[in-house]
Structure formats: C-alpha cells, structure tokens
C-alpha cells in the first residue's frame, strides 16, 4: 500500500475516534448541560461573514449561466464518449487513442465541477439556522466553540 493511502486511512481513522469520543484540539472547556434537556438542545453560534460568503455573493448573479454552461459541456462529453464508443465498435477493435480526448475532458469537467461547487457553496450555507425569538444569523456548532448558545432544538429551524 502507497505511504499516502496509509497516511490518509490513519488520519480519517484519528478523526472518527476524536468525534467519537467527544475529544477537541481546541481546548475550550465544553459546555456542560443539565441531564434534563440533554436530549432536547442545540449548541449555536452567530454566523459571521466571510470572504467566501462574499464571494460566493458575487457570483450568485452569474450562477444561472454558469451552470447552464457547465450542463452543455457534460451534454458534449456525453457525445464525445459516445461517439469514442462509436468509432471503436465500428472498427470492431479496442484503440484506447480514440478515449485519450473524452477522459481528459471528463477529468476536466470534474475539476471544474468541484471548484463550482465551492465558489457557490459556502461552509455556512448548509449550516446556516434561524432561531426562533431572535434576531439574526446563527450556524450550528459544537459545545466546545467560542460563543456557543444553549437552545432548544425546537426554535432552531433551517434557513
């Protein structure tokens, strides 16, 4: 097995256990709750804006277009594979040439698919909450974070 694959299994299994275990590198005392509300609260904190939330504002008027654009080049790497598969059956014989263009496209695609999806999606958006009673932003946190709030988990409501 290469270095880097065993690097990244310790490292995934090191994270499972610190989760697992309620363990924090933060050092904060974590918050500590009556066992009466345990089962019923939720820990937030105020979502403070950042550079990529501004980002990700500025280019949500051009979203339409870009994936508009993204959906035609994967309609056109569809075709491409297609028309590979096409050329190779006719020939009745494997050349790998004729997959050389369609797979650096696909690889392409990917990459341009992945830095789409972080430029639009901020970490804030799929966390991002409303509490009822008031007034605000707030994103969902652990009990150890700076400014974590105590709250019951029925006023929290996704945004």
Known sequence: MKKSMLS???????IVLMASFDF???GSPPIQLPADISGRALFVCPA??????SIAAGFSFFARYVLMVFFFATIILAFMWGWALYQNLLKDSFNKDAF????????????????LVLI???????????VTGRAGDY?????????????RSDLVHTK
């Not at 639009?120 to 409303?130: A, G, I, M, Q």
């Not at 969902?140 to 709030?149: D, P, V």
């Open 8 to 14: 990244a299994i310790v490292l995934l299994t090191i």
């Open 24 to 26: 924090s590198l933060d």
């Open 48 to 53: 403070a804006s950042s550079f990529w939330d």
């Open 100 to 115: 050389s263009k369609p797979w650096a496209f696909t690889k392409l695609l990917f990459w341009a698919g992945v830095i």
């Open 120 to 130: 639009f999606n901020t970490p804030n958006r799929y966390r991002l909450v409303t």
């Open 139 to 151: 994103v969902l946190c652990e009990n150890t974070s700076a400014g974590a709030i105590v709250v």
